[in-house]
């Protein structure tokens, strides 16, 4: 389990010393999926339950970081049966919906061609690979197959037995799939049989997209999960969709069981949103909370919940639906920066505030994590008589321009941070008279990256980021 990160922002204060923010943690993968990181994509409604006791499932849940793909399926098995996960990358051509079937041959568990198999199997989404797992009648050997499927009449391009790990208590193991899946990269797997103790309890495992020949990290993902025997007969339960009260058995036709969808809601190769950053500060508007994307995809927009003081009980206080500044920018790789003004903050008071974005799809992910706590003190109140205005052009090359202003005389100190928190440069450090100051900053000795000017005079505080681009 992942704690929360608290961030304390203490502006008027001598704390107050540079920016700090926080990358989300990604899950342990160790069979139990309740790390917070995870955004469940696919639930088990059906009620349906062909295999009885022993055989379940619960949900799927999903994490990227881009670069990694984190899948859990809680769940539990006996005997020899299978849980069998099916992929569908947007941009890799398998198996269209309704023509798995094919004229491959296959040997391997219940990717078999011969006595039953899942090559006559006619699903509801196009479908690129499966992996497969079972205990294998075991109560601590846990084994791996896997099938990479080809487009038109082919069936399978590939198949094969990945491995066993011998752990059914959450032990992860490394094995290699790319003999099957083509790309680079080995799966990282836990399993952990005590689901029917703790539904929170399964399989995990964490995959690099590059070992997916004909993925990559921009495109979209659908997943579908069923139980089989070890020879392919399929149970009726699944995630998602009810496919009725018998089982489907061999070479099931999915893609005509009307009314349902054998697929989950599209998650993608990496999260709707890769958050950088996500600071706040007193203003004399209010609170204002800034973050940045490194990279979105399928982002619709964000919602700010708020708390009073216990990091407890949020409530929604701002929605892209009613608030044009907290829209997504859709799909992109390039960094965008975001900020909100929380005008109805009192001063005095403590609030924590978190951050959700919300896919086109309508998946929504907490950035619990990133969690922010802001004391406001009572110069959120009063007139401001100190200013820091944005640095321009940003990101800049040779040069940018912080402009800012002071009451009265003060002693002022301008700083320059990297992402560590380091000072990299004092660039004023000496009393000014009051009124309207610049400064022209140059770095042309620094590398490229992102970089902190913080200007402290009297009480004040403020820091803001700059990018230099060489």
Not at 96 to 117: E, N, Y
Not at 196 to 212: L, M, Y
Not at 431 to 456: C, E, R, T, W
Request: hydrophobic share 35%; with cysteine.
């Amino acid at each position: 389990m992942r704690k929360m990160l608290v961030i304390s922002l203490l502006v008027g204060s001598i704390y107050l010393m540079y920016p700090v923010f926080t990358f989300a943690a990604a899950p342990t993968i160790d069979g139990d999926i309740s790390d917070a990181a995870y955004t469940t994509v696919g639930t088990y409604t059906s009620g349906q339950d062909g295999f009885g006791a022993g055989n379940d499932l619960g949900a799927i849940h999903y994490y990227s970081d881009g670069t990694d793909i984190y899948i859990g399926i809680s769940c539990d098995l006996n005997s020899n049966n299978n849980v069998v996960l099916f992929f569908n990358f947007s941009g890799y051509g398998g198996r269209g919906t309704g023509t798995l079937a094919g004229s491959s041959s296959s040997s391997t568990g219940v990717f078999t061609t011969s006595g039953g198999g899942l090559d006559g199997a006619k699903m509801d989404m196009d479908v690129d690979y499966a992996f497969a797992f079972n205990e294998g009648n075991s109560s601590t050997e846990f084994y791996m197959d896997a099938a990479r499927f080809a487009s038109g009449s082919n069936g399978y391009l590939s198949t094969a037995y990945i491995g066993d790990f011998g752990h059914q208590d959450g032990t992860s193991a490394s094995l290699d799939p790319t003999s099957v899946t083509g790309g680079t990269g080995n799966i990282t797997l836990a399993y952990n049989n005590t689901y029917s103790s703790d539904t929170n309890k399964g399989i995990e495992f964490k995959i690099p997209i590059a070992a997916f020949a004909g993925a990559d990290n921009g495109q979209t993902l659908q997943l579908f999960t069923i139980i089989t025997n070890n020879t392919g007969y399929m149970s009726n339960e699944c995630i998602p969709g009810d496919p009725g009260s018998s089982n489907l058995g061999n070479d099931a036709d999915l893609s005509a069981i009307s009314g349902q969808d054998f697929f989950t809601s599209t998650a993608d190769g990496s999260l709707p949103v890769t958050l950088a950053s996500f600071t706040g500060e007193p203003t004399k508007a209010g609170v204002q909370l800034n973050w940045i994307t490194e990279s979105e995809v399928n982002n619709q927009g964000f919602i700010i919940e708020r708390s009073l003081n216990d990091a407890k009980s949020y409530q929604e206080i701002a929605s892209f639906k009613n608030n044009a500044e907290l829209k997504g920018s859709g799909s992109t790789s390039e960094r965008h920066v975001y900020s909100f003004v929380d005008s109805r903050a009192v001063a005095g008071n403590t609030y924590w505030y978190r951050l959700e974005d919300v896919a086109f799809d309508g998946t929504v992910k907490v950035h619990d994590d990133l969690a922010i706590q802001v004391k406001v003190d009572n110069q959120f109140d009063g007139p401001l008589t100190y200013s820091m205005k944005p640095a321009y052009p940003n990101p800049f090359n040779a040069t940018t321009l912080i402009s800012y202003s002071i009451p009265d005389q003060q002693h002022v100190t301008i700083l320059l941070y990297n992402v560590r928190g380091e000072v990299v440069r004092t660039l004023y450090d000496a009393k000014q008279s009051a009124g309207n100051h610049s400064l022209s900053i140059g770095m042309p000795d620094l590398p490229s990256g992102i970089y902190f000017v913080q200007m402290s005079a009297a009480r004040f505080s403020k820091a803001q980021e700059i990018v230099l681009l060489k």
